[in-house]
T-cell receptor, first 115, second 113 residues
Framework: GAVVSQHPSWVICKSGTSVKIECRSL??????MFWYRQFPKQSLMLMAT?????????EQGVEKDKFLINHASLTLSTLTVTSAHPEDSSFYIC???????????FGPGTRLTVT | GDSVTQMEGPVTLSEEAFLTINCTYT??????LFWYVQYPGEGLQLLLK?????DKGSNKGFEATYRKETTSFHLEKGSVQVSDSAVYFC????????????FGAGTRLAVHP
């Protein structure tokens, strides 16, 4: 149990376009979902926390208008990178939690390359 | 503020060697402590955890003991395998709540036959 999927697993897009990444909890309801960014050979950087039905809370330095997060249901959260640029190329990882006190279950990640 | 410090990698070992990856933390109170593993091209998996002082978490031959005296949670394995090659992250919950996790920088382990 507690499986989290991400789609797509990798995506290449052109500079200036937008790309949407989905994060799904397959066998549980996720009250909270988290989005992380990971640069090569570095740790995970938390970008934002989203609770179902409410606006995401972004970490300091993360542009909320550039990284749009929607958590419309208890099993799905989406991250949209708007007007992507090459510097947005990264590995994006989501995690999901049943709620306060529950551990986070991580998705397999999405590798975004912006050309 | 809360933080996690891990030993720098990469760590390169021969198969069946003993592994230690150091992790120390700074936190308010006595939070749970976690070790996550990331295999190449994949997301993170919880490897083991400890929820209170002196607890020992263990899984797949890996162990870590929660030492509040030294604020440490070092990861050990008696005999590593090639399949253990991965990046290992120490983590603790952010004291501000919301289940946010603070990760160490990660330690890359490469095991050679």
């Amino acid at each position: 149990g507690a499986v989290v999927s991400q789609h797509p697993s990798w995506v290449i897009c052109k500079s200036g376009t937008s790309v949407k990444i989905e994060c799904r909890s397959l066998d549980f309801q996720a009250t909270t979902m988290f989005w992380y960014r990971q640069f090569p050979k570095q740790s995970l950087m938390l970008m934002a926390t989203s609770n179902e039905g409410s606006k995401a809370t972004y970490e300091q330095g993360v542009e909320k208008d550039k990284f749009l997060i929607n958590h419309a249901s208890l099993t799905l959260s989406t991250l949209t990178v708007t007007s992507a640029h090459p510097e947005d190329s990264s590995f994006y990882i989501c995690s999901a939690s049943r709620g306060s006190g529950d551990e986070q279950y991580f998705g397999p990640g999405t590798r975004l390359t912006v050309t | 503020g809360d933080s996690v410090t891990q030993m720098e990698g990469p760590v390169t070992l021969s198969e069946e060697a003993f592994l230690t990856i150091n992790c120390t933390y700074t936190a308010t109170g006595y939070p749970s402590l976690f070790w996550y593993v990331q295999y190449p091209g994949e997301g993170l998996q919880l490897l083991l955890k400890a929820t209170k002082a002196d607890d020992k978490g263990s899984n797949k031959g890996f162990e870590a003991t929660y030492r509040k005296e030294t604020t440490s949670f070092h990861l050990e394995k008696g005999s590593v395998q090639v399949s253990d090659s991965a990046v290992y992250f120490c983590a603790l919950p952010f004291s501000g709540g919301y289940n946010k996790l603070i990760f160490g920088a990660g330690t890359r382990l490469a095991v050679h036959p």
